[in-house]
């Protein structure tokens, strides 16, 4: 087995040489999604403040094939939750995920997108996106600097680059089972509802574990309007 890949890559690298490259469809189109993402052009809270960074001159996230934000989510391949997501703001998160061209990719950026961060116990913050959306990758820090989010994109590429079109182990959008769309919860008087999507996320089974199912844990405040 090992001679015989042994002799198609110096097959290849003869081929090579000679200027008759030899690749899978596969790996060509992994190639070309992996170094043309089009993220969407939004940020929540501090965090988008260093994705900004990323994009300008010093850090030039442009390098890597990653720099075209696109305001339309329908030309958009990357949604990178860059800051805190409040209840508020969530449905129009999930909403702007389901109709953002497919295949599609969601980074998780800081603390606040990953998991509510400082605001976790908040009663208006969600405890992290990855309750209503599915997240490839997830970028610490509060915030992370703008090297991190380099990092994650090149992660990110990695990623697709080793996707699989068909068979077991297939990427999302050439799953038929995976939904491209997500159910967008509404903000009602007493939290989201329904307050996590059970496909993505279950809350933790451990009956002892503090309340933490994304709904809110005290009573919500009077408004006055
Ligand atoms: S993780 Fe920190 S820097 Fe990022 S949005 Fe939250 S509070 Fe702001």
């Given at each position: 087995m090992t001679t015989m890949g042994t002799t198609d890559e110096s097959l290849r690298q003869d081929l090579a040489r000679r200027g008759v490259h030899v690749t899978s469809l596969e790996s060509l189109y992994n190639w070309g999604r992996a170094h043309s993402l089009w993220p969407?052009?939004?940020?929540?809270?501090?965090?988008?403040?260093?994705?900004?960074?990323?994009?300008?001159?010093?850090?030039d996230l442009a390098r890597f094939g990653a720099e075209?934000?696109?305001?339309?989510?329908?030309?958009?391949?990357?949604?990178?939750?860059?800051?805190?997501?409040?209840?508020?703001?969530?449905?129009?998160?999930?909403?702007?995920?389901?109709?953002?061209?497919?295949p599609k990719y969601v980074i998780a950026m800081g603390a606040c997108a990953i998991s509510g961060g400082p605001f976790r116990e908040g009663y208006n913050v969600l405890r992290g996106i990855d309750r209503y959306l599915p997240v490839d990758l997830y970028i610490p820090g509060c915030p992370p600097r703008p090297e991190a989010l380099l990092h994650g994109v090149i992660r990110l590429q990695e990623l697709i680059r080793g996707e699989k079109l068909s068979g077991p182990g297939r990427s999302r959008a050439a799953d038929p089972a995976v939904p491209g769309e997500y159910p967008i919860p509404n903000y009602g008087p007493a939290g989201l509802r329904p307050p996590f999507n059970p496909d993505l996320w279950q809350p933790p089974s451990d009956p002892d574990a503090a309340p933490d199912d994304g709904s809110d844990a005290v009573t919500p405040r009077e408004t006055t309007a």
């Open positions: 969407l052009q939004f940020g929540l809270a501090c965090c988008a403040i260093e994705m900004i960074a990323a994009t300008m001159a010093r850090h075209v934000f696109r305001p339309s989510p329908r030309q958009a391949d990357l949604m990178i939750v860059a800051g805190t997501v409040t209840k508020k703001m969530a449905p129009m998160v999930v909403r702007l995920y389901n109709q953002m061209a497919n």
